[in-house]
């Protein structure tokens, strides 16, 4: 698959992101989407979040510290979005560590067309029905098949399926393709999973009728600077600076020649 | 114009500077009061919204991130900062992106006496009644003359305007001042806008008699800062990091070198 | 004291520690937990806060930017960590600064049994009910002998009571340290008394039974990384990420030569 096409496209057209998201991880949801080029918004008051989807290129909603008010701004934003024809990217964040996520994430996707569902391991086979619990935010145990996970939930809800992990599953449109991109450092830093679906939603902005593949791309693009940053850092923290600064360096010649994407046989 | 004395003011007087601001930099906010050497506070509660104002020297309001309920705590607060006397700045962010914010941007600034009114040219433009959109909270285009829209707001509401952009323009007490420092990297920052109106901020609550050159001189620091940030750092976020410190160790020799707040003739 | 086996209790446990926190550090106090090798999450809607909490191994409360809500929510999660037998810090931030904190500290303090109550010298002295003014969030003068008043409010709310400063006091048991570790540079960044207050919910996370030791050593362990971080750095916010790194970094010899944690004979 070629990636920087990708990229480039988020360059040119600098598309306005718009989020209803966390408390936690906010400012890095907006930096990483203004590292690659675009213009990140955040705006969760109920009186706005339609109206301000309405200008955006694409919706990104994470509920890692939701509330029922909030959760209802991100219905109305994403019923805004379906409205415009732009991809949401729905980061279940969560899920499967109270009964509470769990309702809230199967609301917000019976409410409006989700164009990608995103979460690690846990929290995606949670959405998909398993039993299975989320440690907080952190991945819990999975028996299961979580390639066979994401085709089935892909095919069921007729979206994008993102399962994070050193490798990455991204289903849809009934394709497959996995990431071997990023490094095991960037589970040390708190914001690289929230960041990951942010970089979706920004690739998707840019490149609205290739959903699948932008999501590939925007993880592809966001690992490579992972492991760009960590040759550059000593630590965790100053990983994460680097991997927002290696965003935004990032060129074709390096995309190109690390990219790991690939589709199974 | 003589800038160094109202840094040495901060430092020696270390305002408390209240906030009600946006949740996406109020870090970033609450650090640079810190790094010029004041000391900040966020309080949105509307409990104890006007008594933390009345233990300040200056509050800020962001509505970057507004709500019914906050902005409902920042009138309560603009009101308790008038009664008190401390000026209040008001950072009008994405002024212009939606009906709701245009709207409580004109309640805040009828519930109370403002004393600046900061934002891009577009927030600046929208507040005046301008017919133009923001895209988010980056700046949209605006046909008109900045200055003469400056002017005209800042005589219309008795107050202190400041319009952000490669030159500030600051209006205040029939007088206009640019502002020539800052770098382009900026921009690719997220969070230097809603700085430099904490720098505003603090700046006013060590000279709340001097409000226009207070505002001319806080922004001319803290772009002081940003260009010696530069030199020092290979990406955005790196940038960042370096602006927080050049601003702690930002001394006389290089605010008066540095300077290039000018009076149009 | 032999403090390294609380850091490798952590390390070797990973436990997950809930927090109901402030919106200007929520992203400090979650990296802070994950840098010591633990698991953060927050989670603050009343109808999920209990079930969190009841996965959770430490509950951490820090009323910096409160509201009702939140407080409401607080008390839930307090209750739940009561029932399940888990410690509760409280970051009593802010208090002394205006009647709303002080209730809602009181308040908070009553609901549930709170395990360590942390804070600066005014806003231990507030709580424990002296005529005491906090400026913002920062300590204001206090002439009581801070010790008496921390062994006093620790046998009157059968707790763990730490007042931060150039010397921290940890009183429990009945027993009191002292813990010298630190450095002046600490007060030039905004969030280190928060990240104080979740290293300490991390080692009581993984030391249940030794509240008070464990607090002394998380203590001490975040406050010799502080020492290590001002020789890799050359400003307050380089200082910061420096500080998080090496807390991650954090090996037995540098613990066991730094530490000063003294018993007063």
Not at 60 to 87: E, H
Not at 168 to 180: E, P, T
Request: contains cysteine; glycine residues 8%.
């Amino acid at each position: 698959m070629n990636i920087y096409p990708f990229l480039q496209a988020v360059r040119d057209k600098r598309p306005l992101v718009h989020h209803i998201t966390n408390w936690v991880t906010i400012f890095d949801c907006a930096q990483i989407v203004k590292s690659f080029g675009a213009s990140p918004v955040m705006a969760h008051a109920p009186e706005e979040a339609a109206a301000m989807t309405g200008i955006a290129s694409a919706l990104v909603l994470n509920i890692g510290t939701l509330t029922t008010d909030v959760t209802d701004s991100m219905k109305l934003a994403a019923v805004a979005a379906n409205q415009k024809g732009i991809p949401v990217v729905f980061d279940v964040c969560g899920a499967g560590a109270t009964p509470y996520r769990d309702q809230k994430s199967l609301e917000i996707l019976d409410a409006a067309k989700i164009g990608v569902i995103k979460g690690n391991s846990s929290e995606i086979a949670r959405v998909a029905g398993l039993a299975v619990a989320t440690k907080g935010v952190d991945a819990g145990h999975v028996a299961a098949d979580m390639r066979e996970v994401a085709r089935s939930l892909s095919a069921q809800r007729a979206c994008t399926v993102v399962v994070t992990g050193a490798e990455d599953i991204v289903a849809g449109d009934g394709k497959l393709f996995l990431v071997r991109n990023g490094h095991p450092m960037m589970a040390n830093v708190v914001g690289t999973g929230c960041m990951a679906a942010s970089s979706i939603g920004t690739f998707a902005a840019a490149a609205p009728d290739r959903v699948p593949e932008a999501t590939a791309a925007g993880l592809a693009c966001f690992e490579i600077a992972a492991e760009l940053a960590v040759q550059k850092s000593d630590g965790p923290v100053a990983f994460k600076q680097q991997l927002f600064d290696c965003v935004f360096r990032l060129d074709e010649k390096q995309v190109e020649s690390l990219q790991r994407v690939v589709t199974p046989g």
